[in-house]
T-cell receptor, first 114, second 113 residues
Framework: NAGVTQTPKFQVLKTGQSMTLQCAQD?????MYWYRQDPGMGLRLIYY???????DKGEVPNGYNVSRLNKREFSLRLESAAPSQTSVYFC?????????????FGPGTRLTVL | AQSVTQLDSQVPVFEEAPVELRCNYS??????LFWYVQYPNQGLQLLLK??????LVESINGFEAEFNKSQTSFHLRKPSVHISDTAEYFC???????????FGTGTRLTIIP
């Protein structure tokens, strides 16, 4: 039982390049999330998916797209990376059917955009 | 809309001393409250949660937090810290039936030997 896994762990991009961050969970959770973490800003929600086939914008969606490929996988795509997207990205999942929303986090992807 | 305020961005504490990390929230409806911990170079892990019932909740590693509705606070405390408690701590809030969590900006706890 691996929980939430993310690939890659580290990535360096040049401005304008594109890439996709991968996330998978093996807990059969319905809901999945993408956050970015920046110093002094805490975690900010980029996009989330309440169930397979649905996605919604969070607090900071500009410059990103997401795909809920199936119940297990939720990817985050940067079409044209910018230095402002240098950050640590976390994927999380939860079971909304439970009485509360405990989210389980992956280990993160550290992205640097030059 | 809900929000979370963690006023202390960094808290240095001597080993075996007590610590309190402050968290205040704002919400127009009833909430669930959480403390997450992030050890260096890792993801976040749930430390403890308040859902309902007793306002004092405890974790397995000696932390406790008390829900105070009148002061809209959920401060985290530990009577005696250890080097292994070095981490960043995030307070978070969600509304009943809402799948989204709102996080505070985090408090970095540094233990001084």
């Amino acid at each position: 039982n691996a929980g939430v896994t993310q690939t890659p762990k580290f990535q360096v991009l040049k401005t304008g390049q594109s890439m996709t961050l991968q996330c998978a969970q093996d807990m059969n959770h319905n809901s999945m999330y993408w956050y970015r973490q920046d110093p002094g800003m805490g975690l900010r929600l980029i996009y989330y998916s309440a169930s397979e086939g649905t996605t919604d914008k969070g607090e900071v969606p500009n410059g990103y797209n997401v795909s809920r490929l199936n119940k297990r996988e939720f990817s985050l795509r940067l079409e044209s990376a910018a230095p402002s997207q240098t950050s640590v990205y976390f994927c999380a999942s939860s079971e909304l059917a439970a009485t509360y929303n405990e989210q389980f986090f992956g280990p993160g992807t550290r992205l640097t955009v030059l | 809309a809900q929000s979370v305020t963690q006023l202390d961005s960094q808290v240095p504490v001597f080993e075996e001393a007590p610590v309190e990390l402050r968290c205040n929230y704002s919400s127009s409806v009833s909430v669930y409250l959480f403390w997450y911990v992030q050890y260096p170079n890792q993801g976040l892990q749930l430390l403890l949660k308040y859902l309902s019932g007793s306002t004092l909740v405890e974790s397995i590693n000696g932390f406790e937090a008390e829900f105070n509705k009148s002061q809209t606070s959920f401060h985290l405390r530990k009577p005696s810290v250890h080097i292994s408690d070095t981490a960043e701590y995030f307070c978070a809030v969600s509304n009943f039936g809402n799948e989204k969590l709102t996080f505070g900006t985090g408090t970095r706890l540094t233990i001084i030997p």
